[in-house]
């Protein structure tokens, strides 16, 4: 099943580094989309549960060098709230 998260990097991002970012999770097995906002300095997620984690989406972002949020700083996945209603 398809999966949403938003991760919210702790320092600034600069374009460059969104794209990197955008790169590192677009090349993980499972990540369907990845829509970056550097206005609001984080990236959203849609990935297939079966295939990836939002675990393993973070420890990939944490290894590649990007800062983040602990996941409950940013509201929940889903426009906030925290609790994930999508299907």
Do not use: W
């Not at 999966?3 to 677009?26: H, N, P, W």
């Not at 675990?55 to 906030?80: D, F, K, R, V, W």
């Amino acid at each position: 099943m398809m999966q949403s998260e938003t991760f919210q990097f702790k320092a600034a991002s600069t374009q460059d580094s969104m794209t990197g970012a955008v790169r590192v999770l677009s090349g993980i097995e499972g990540v369907g989309a990845v829509t970056p906002s550097l206005m609001r300095n984080e990236v959203t997620v849609q990935f297939n549960d079966d295939l990836t984690s939002r675990q393993h989406l973070e420890i990939m972002l944490t290894n590649a060098g990007y800062a983040i949020q602990p996941s409950g700083s940013t509201g929940g996945g889903c426009g906030g709230g925290g609790a994930c209603t999508c299907r």
